[in-house]
């Protein structure tokens, strides 16, 4: 009944398609994880941005791989990848415009409020906050009761 | 069904579908790419506050636990959050697939797998989240200082728990959709029915869900 209104067209699907973008996120995924171990000891502000920018690319191929294969997206017809997709581009403004946006935010806040620069990089105390829950239950609920 | 296999169809010339999807399928799409714009304003929200921020904790530092293992462990749990969803997303292809070749038996086993790798993402999440709890950690506290040593606010804490709250209960939606289907199976409405459409539907909504952990994922565990 449904069905009856869609053409079936030729398949070129590779047999092992579905073993082989697992295989590709995996090691997608890997990579990334690598990278964000090796970030950890990195203080350098340039190359931790540099790392974070490859994060970023890694993540937009998976999204390809996933979209692509799994959601079958690249084998639909292109008349149905562009009504989903050129909508999406508007993202491309979005992320733009408003983490320049905020970014300037920030740098006239520190160019024109001192007060705001010295409060938010004014190093404070740590605070006793033990992973080992259970026993410093108690003692991270009253810490956070007093601020 | 048709099995013409024409070169170049002329898709608005009326009489079919010009996407060469069924209805549902279509509009699965269009539900699927507004939901992407809702949590795209969820993540430029929060990068946009992050930019304009002069601190903001490390999430190396956060989230370091480990069931049972205590903590010290960056990365360890996350990684293993993602690599349930990214299996569970598998395992639903090959039941679409199985779904093609109307084999019910595949097309049950490989559902169930997506349900018990649905639900053990959400008992990581919630374990996750209790533990962060007990940290002091909720929508408007945050016991975490900034990666620089300088008081943080509180915006790292809400848009942690809105953003993965709001993944988290699509997760939860799916496993839901995923066992209506698996009953559906299993009571052969889709063998009487002839085909296995619906499932492709549950399927493009479950690995969206796969999708937007992806993003999620990167935006605050790794950067």
């Given at each position: ?71 079958h997206l690249k084998h639909e017809i292109k008349n149905l990848i562009m009504t989903i997709i050129v909508p999406l581009m508007l993202f491309v403004w979005f992320i733009a415009a408003f983490l320049y ?47 | ?26 509009m699965m799409w269009y539900f699927l790419m507004s939901d992407a714009f809702t949590f795209g304003a969820f993540l430029i929200s929060y990068g946009t506050i992050r930019f304009s921020t002069n601190g ?141 459409l619906m499932i492709e539907k549950a399927g493009l909504y479950w690995h969206f869900v796969d999708l937007v952990w992806v993003f999620v994922f990167t935006c605050f565990y790794l950067i």
């Amino acid at each position: 009944m449904e069905q009856s209104e869609v053409v079936q067209l030729e398949h070129h699907e590779n047999k092992n398609e579905v073993r082989n973008v697992t295989i590709i996120l995996t090691i997608l995924t890997i990579v990334e994880l690598v990278l964000g171990f090796w970030m950890m000891k990195i203080d350098q502000p340039n190359l931790r941005l540099a790392i974070k920018g490859s994060i970023v690319i890694l993540m937009l191929v998976k999204a390809f791989y996933i979209v692509g294969y799994f959601m079958h997206l690249k084998h639909e017809i292109k008349n149905l990848i562009m009504t989903i997709i050129v909508p999406l581009m508007l993202f491309v403004w979005f992320i733009a415009a408003f983490l320049y946006d905020g970014n300037s935010f920030k740098n006239l806040r520190n160019n024109y409020d001192p007060h705001f620069k010295e409060k938010s990089t004014q190093k404070v105390e740590a605070k006793e906050h033990n992973a080992e829950h259970g026993a410093t239950t108690h003692d991270a609920t009253e810490e956070h009761k007093e601020h | 069904m048709q099995t013409a296999t024409t070169a170049n169809p002329k898709w608005w010339n009326g009489g079919k579908s010009p996407f060469n999807v069924e209805y549902g399928k279509l509009m699965m799409w269009y539900f699927l790419m507004s939901d992407a714009f809702t949590f795209g304003a969820f993540l430029i929200s929060y990068g946009t506050i992050r930019f304009s921020t002069n601190g903001w904790p490390d999430p190396n530092v956060v989230f370091q636990s480990f069931p049972f293992l205590g903590s010290g462990l960056p990365l360890m749990f996350v990684s293993l959050m993602t690599f349930i969803l990214i299996i569970s997303s598998v395992t639903m292809v090959l039941a679409v697939k199985a779904g093609h070749e109307n084999n019910k038996q595949k097309v049950v086993t490989n559902l169930v797998w997506t349900i018990i790798g649905g639900i053990a993402f959400l008992s990581c999440q919630a374990w996750e989240w209790t533990h962060l709890h007990h940290e002091g950690a909720w929508w408007g506290a945050n016991p975490f200082l900034n990666a620089d040593g300088s008081q943080s606010s509180t915006n790292f804490t809400n848009y942690f728990f809105t953003i993965t709250g709001f993944h988290g209960f699509h997760v939860f939606s799916g496993v839901i959709i995923n066992i209506i289907m698996l009953i559906m199976t299993l009571n052969d409405t889709f063998e009487k029915r002839g085909h296995y459409l619906m499932i492709e539907k549950a399927g493009l909504y479950w690995h969206f869900v796969d999708l937007v952990w992806v993003f999620v994922f990167t935006c605050f565990y790794l950067i």
